[in-house]
């Protein structure tokens, strides 16, 4: 059953699930969500049938590039092969490619009259990280902005951590504010 699984998903990328994908996946990840609570809240612009914004939401997946050549043909393949799969069986979704911060990437936008601000996801590499996030996530983790193991309260946190540890779950001090929910998954080093 596993091998029919590789087996569509080569089909379907191009791509060899071990030996293309899961080789270079060795590295540090992260798995994010973020909540901005001082943007307008989407769930109540919602509620009202009024226009509302996902600018609000934040989220992602980073994987660190430990084969850089090998992350951005994931990208590209992964990209390219969900455009092709979701084109016409979405209909209010389109994928296109363009350059994100200077790279590479394919960018998925939801068409949706009700959203006044377009929501995108996108997927990319450089030579560092793979990423699959939202449009913002992307550009800042693409620009190289400091990020959050750069605040003051990462850093207390992170005093606490033990040594080398394989997961690490991080919760903003905004984070207990309903409204406000910042959740960050960060630091996490895949076991071996």
């Known amino acids: 059953r596993l091998q029919q699984m590789k087996d569509r998903f080569q089909s379907t990328t191009g791509l060899d699930l071990d030996a293309d994908v899961l080789s ?73 490619q363009e350059t994100v911060e200077g790279i590479p990437a394919t960018v998925f936008r939801v068409k949706d009259d009700r959203l006044s601000t377009p929501f995108e996801i996108v997927i990319g590499a450089n030579d560092k990280v793979f990423v699959i996030a939202t449009r913002a996530a992307a550009e800042s983790i693409f620009s190289g902005e400091p990020g959050l193991d750069t605040t003051a309260a990462y850093k207390d946190a992170a005093g606490f951590f033990l040594e080398m540890p394989t997961q690490v779950l991080y919760l903003a001090p905004s984070g207990f504010d309903l409204m406000g929910l910042m959740v960050g998954m960060t630091g996490i080093r895949q076991m071996e």
Do not use: C, H, Q
Request: hydrophobic letters at 50%.
């Open 24 to 96: 270079w996946m060795t590295g540090d990840y992260a798995l994010f969500l973020s909540y901005n609570a001082d943007a307008p809240n989407p769930l109540l612009a919602m509620m009202f049938n009024a226009p509302f914004s996902m600018d609000a939401v934040g989220g992602g997946i980073i994987i660190e590039a430990t084969d850089p050549a090998k992350a951005r043909l994931v990208a590209e393949k992964l990209g390219a092969a969900l455009v092709t799969l979701l084109e016409d069986k979405v209909p209010n979704l389109e994928g296109r």
